[in-house]
């Protein structure tokens, strides 16, 4: 044991140093769309993500929403563990057919109204592992209405938050 200590003491740190969270872009988004969270959903939005088929990369993205740097917590956008709680199903993935059945229980489980986001390429059109594939029904859409298509392998969190946005402004 003292081995190991002497050896990380020895060592030091070598990670990077966190990003400040002085992004002028990302505040000012951010503000807008916590504006508009207010005026819609009474200062807070309830988002539940659905992985229906996906490897995983949307998901680290979007778990990046909830870090010290994104925070999107501050701007009223929380992400549930029921859909009973939540306004926005976020599902990413092409919709595998062992996974069609939960999707549209979870659809009928979510309070109207609702919204449908599809994130990443492979939920919006099936992507690389969903076209023309015995295992998965395809993108979202073949199983649910979607109301908006986030593309990207995988999209930033930032184009995720724009992605709100521009949903909250296409409602108006």
Do not use: Q
């Not at 990302?26 to 819609?40: F, H, M, S, T």
């Not at 009223?76 to 999707?103: K, N, Q």
């Amino acid at each position: 044991m003292y081995r190991i200590l002497r050896k990380t003491l020895k060592t030091g740190v070598l990670t990077e140093k966190a990003p400040t969270s002085s992004d002028a872009a990302l505040e000012a988004l951010g503000i807008e769309v916590k504006r508009l969270v207010d005026k819609r959903f009474n200062g807070s939005l309830a988002i539940r993500e659905v992985d229906a088929g996906s490897c995983n990369a949307c998901e680290l993205e979007i778990h990046a929403l909830n870090n010290p740097y994104y925070d999107v917590e501050r701007f009223g956008i929380h992400f549930v563990a029921s859909p009973r709680h939540a306004d926005i199903l976020l599902v990413t993935g092409p919709v595998g057919r062992h996974m069609e059945t939960a999707l549209l229980r979870t659809w009928e489980a979510t309070p109207a109204p609702k919204w449908v986001i599809a994130c990443g390429d492979c939920a919006c059109d099936g992507g690389l592992f969903g076209r023309d594939n015995y295992a998965t029904r395809g993108g979202v859409e073949a199983v649910l209405p979607v109301d908006l298509y986030i593309p990207g392998c995988p999209p930033a969190p930032v184009e995720l938050m724009m992605g709100l946005l521009n949903l909250f402004n296409a409602a108006d």
